[in-house]
């Protein structure tokens, strides 16, 4: 799996777009982006995926380059519940179903 | 719908003792997965299970057994706890057609004196 590269902490307005980049500059044709977040203390919550084309749900937005070396995780309003570390993870889809976590980013929405 | 519970929440073992940490799902999930996170660092795979029956060696297996007798439940065995066993452990699973959205459940933290 691509190895991803995460600043370790940003900071964000509250009510303001918080924007979270993610570089992964050696992905292959067939690996995905997925984004992870972890709130103090508690478990990892899946936000959300995507392979090529950018992808919204209702909790945030993936936006992929076209070359797939890097993307970016926009939570459009964020709010003081978003603070937690951010985790950016490049894994091949299909059978392969083990992630790998780094270090991530330190999102902290301030009031 | 209680998703993914963890037994228990805390413990503190002695060296040398002996614990078994419960991971429960209600969600009919294929696959469950143990975790350990250690203070600074992301998550690293212990042991993960495809199916009833079944495990399999994660990134860091050594001091740690598992087994999946039923679906819904997965356990993690220390047999003899060391210090650097001192960790926050998570549990999670999920469908196998969507192995990589994990479902996470609370952790729990065990510390080795």
């Known amino acids: 799996d691509a190895k991803t590269t995460q600043p370790p902490s940003m900071d964000c307005a509250e009510g303001r777009a918080a924007n979270l980049p993610c570089n992964h500059s050696t992905i292959s044709g067939n690996e995905y982006v997925y984004w992870y977040r972890q709130i103090h203390s508690q478990g990892p919550q899946y936000i959300i995926h995507?392979?090529?084309n950018n992808e919204t749900n209702e909790m945030a937005s993936l936006i992929i380059t076209e070359d797939r070396k890097s993307s970016t995780l926009i939570l459009p309003h964020a709010t003081l519940r978003d603070t937690a570390v951010y985790y950016c993870?490049?894994?091949?889809?299909?059978?392969?179903?083990?992630?790998?976590f780094g270090k991530g980013t330190l999102l902290t929405v301030n009031p | 719908n209680a998703g993914v519970t963890q037994t228990p929440k805390f413990r503190v073992l002695k060296t040398g003792q002996s614990m078994t940490l419960l991971c429960a799902q209600d969600m009919n999930h294929e696959y469950m997965y143990w975790y350990r996170q250690d203070p600074g660092m992301g998550l690293r795979l212990i042991h993960y299970s495809v199916g009833e029956g079944t495990t399999a060696k994660g990134e860091v297996p050594d001091g740690y057994n598992v087994s999946r007798l039923k679906k819904q439940n997965f356990l993690l065995g220390l047999e003899s706890a060391a210090p650097s066993q001192t960790s926050v452990y998570f549990c999670?699973?999920?469908?196998?057609?969507?192995?990589?959205?994990?479902?996470f459940g609370p952790g729990t933290r065990l510390t080795v004196t």
């Open positions: 993870i490049a894994v091949r889809g299909g059978s392969n179903y083990k992630l790998t």
């Open positions: 995507g392979l090529k």
């Open positions: 999670a699973s999920t469908l196998s057609d969507r192995g990589l959205e994990q479902y």
